[in-house]
């Protein structure tokens, strides 16, 4: 059993905690957020997340996962300690450190015996070697530290499952037997492991995440074109797909990527490559693709409606993709927004993230359903594919409309369906 810490407990936080405590170790999980640690005391999580409530429980019971906010205390026996921090974009769409930087020196400033620091927030190239100058900076007595950096892949909605059965596991550092012990602790995963050096890994992160969402943004760019000229891009991409090279993830048209990472990591390596000397004209391409999505159905609606003034839209799915409560940078608020620009009254519904709504919109009446959300409505904007609306009873809901105006911005209905029903259908990329 080792003893680990995982200071932030967020999306990645508490789900690395929760992990490692599930295979055996003692995981102490530190936050600032006195508020969050206290509920995490009471048994209650901050985030909707498949799995992890259970597996929170059965851990906590076990006494192998422990909440505080007292670094010393959760750094008393650590052997380990992941950041695991946010990292938002900063004004230029550089990766704002501050928290990666406060963490650092809490660390420094509380730990009592040689550690290994683990970084797995996403953090720009040499920011490893600039933690180690932070920790040796604020550092109260002389104690051996390496630094680590370890980016994460998993994906909200299926964080348990992509942490427990990673595709990779990424290790980087100078040095190399505190990368071997680091890779110790995830052997029971089975899963490959590449340890290269620091930079290199936080590298990895960024390119992953630039090439996925440079995914999403090259089949929304052929999406335009199959509007054009009268191609369906969801067979085009099947059709891609099948094709090994290429292969059918991440190719679904629709109302373009968000969430918590792409959209700030995209901004980050771009502003990186910006100040370096490079210029990244792709990223900047994959960016711009990305905004157009949003403001081409806005366009497409009002080509529909006439005009959206005082129209009332209903919007299905807030998170910025299904199974998670996050709407940080997602689609649903930029949609959201630019129809409150043109004067439209804008209705929504999601499935789970009403409480995080709440605290976001402004001026947007949340329904307690998809039907309520439809009633009285000019038009349904589909912006979140979740399974539930994927068997909504598509007669009842035309009957509860005002108009029959369907944007079906993920793509989950069948054109043909939906018209034979009687619905004014646009979908991404469909003719
Ligand atoms: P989050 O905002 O959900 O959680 C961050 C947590 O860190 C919060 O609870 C916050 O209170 C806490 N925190 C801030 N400063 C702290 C400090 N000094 N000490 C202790 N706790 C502190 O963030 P997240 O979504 O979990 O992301 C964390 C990092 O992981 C980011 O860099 C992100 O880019 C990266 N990442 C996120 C995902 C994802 O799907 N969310 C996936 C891969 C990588």
Redesign the pocket.
């Known amino acids: 059993m080792k003893s680990i810490c995982v ?8 789900t690395t905690g929760t992990c490692l405590a599930d295979l055996g170790n003692r995981v102490y999980c ?4 006195a508020e ?1 640690i206290e509920r995490l005391n009471q048994g209650i999580l ?2 909707y997340e498949p799995g992890l409530q259970e597996l929170v429980q059965r851990n906590r019971r076990a006494e192998r996962l422990l909440f505080t906010t007292d ?1 010393r205390e959760a750094l008393a026996e650590a052997q380990f300690v992941f950041v ?4 938002p974009s900063g004004a230029n769409g550089e ?1 704002d450190l501050r ?1 990666v930087k ?2 650092a020196r ?1 660390i420094a400033e509380s730990m009592v015996r040689p550690i290994i620091i683990i970084n ?4 720009p190239i040499g920011t490893g070697d600039w933690v180690a100058n932070v920790v040796s900076q604020h550092l109260r007595q002389p104690i051996p530290f390496a630094v680590v950096s370890n ?6 909605g299926s ?1 348990v499952h992509d942490f427990l059965q990673p595709d990779r596991v990424v290790l980087g550092s100078s040095d190399q037997e505190a990368a071997a012990q680091v890779a110790q602790l995830y052997l029971p995963l089975r899963c490959p492991i590449l340890i290269t050096d620091l930079r290199t890994a936080e590298m990895i ?1 960024y390119a992953s995440n630039a090439f996925l969402a440079t995914r999403i943004s090259f089949i929304n760019e052929i999406a335009s074109i199959c509007e054009s000229l009268g191609a369906d891009v969801k067979q085009v991409a099947l059709g891609m797909g099948y094709d090994k090279r290429i292969g059918h993830a991440f190719l679904d048209a629709g109302l373009g990527w968000g ?3 792409f959209p ?2 995209v901004r980050a390596l771009a502003h990186m490559a910006s100040i370096h000397g490079c210029h990244p004209q792709l990223l900047k391409a994959v960016m711009d693709i990305n905004q157009d999505q949003r403001r081409r159905v806005v366009q497409r609606l009002r080509g529909a409606l006439g005009t959206l003034y005082q129209k009332v839209v209903g919007v299905l799915g807030l998170s910025f993709k299904p199974n998670t409560d ?1 709407m940080r940078d997602a689609p649903s608020l930029e949609v959201i927004h630019l129809l409150q620009t043109e004067g439209a009254i804008v209705k929504a519904y999601d499935p789970v993230a009403g409480p995080v709504a709440e605290k976001m919109l402004v001026d947007v009446e949340l329904c307690a359903s998809a039907y309520d959300t439809a009633r009285g409505a000019d038009a349904l904007v589909i912006a979140t594919e979740w399974n539930e609306f994927k068997h909504l009873d598509m007669g009842q809901i035309k009957q509860v409309m005002r108009q029959p105006v369907l944007v079906d911005g993920r793509n989950i209905y069948e054109p043909s369906l939906m018209r034979e029903l009687g619905f004014t259908y646009i979908g991404i990329g469909r003719p």
Request: proline letters at 5%; aromatic letters at 10%; charged letters at 25%.
């Open positions: 200071a932030g407990t967020g999306y990645v936080g508490l530190v936050d600032v957020d969050k901050p985030i670094y695991a921090v946010n990292t990766a928290y406060a963490c809490s797995k927030s996403t953090v980016p994460e892949f998993l994906r909200e964080a992160k969430g918590s990472c700030k990591d996050d």
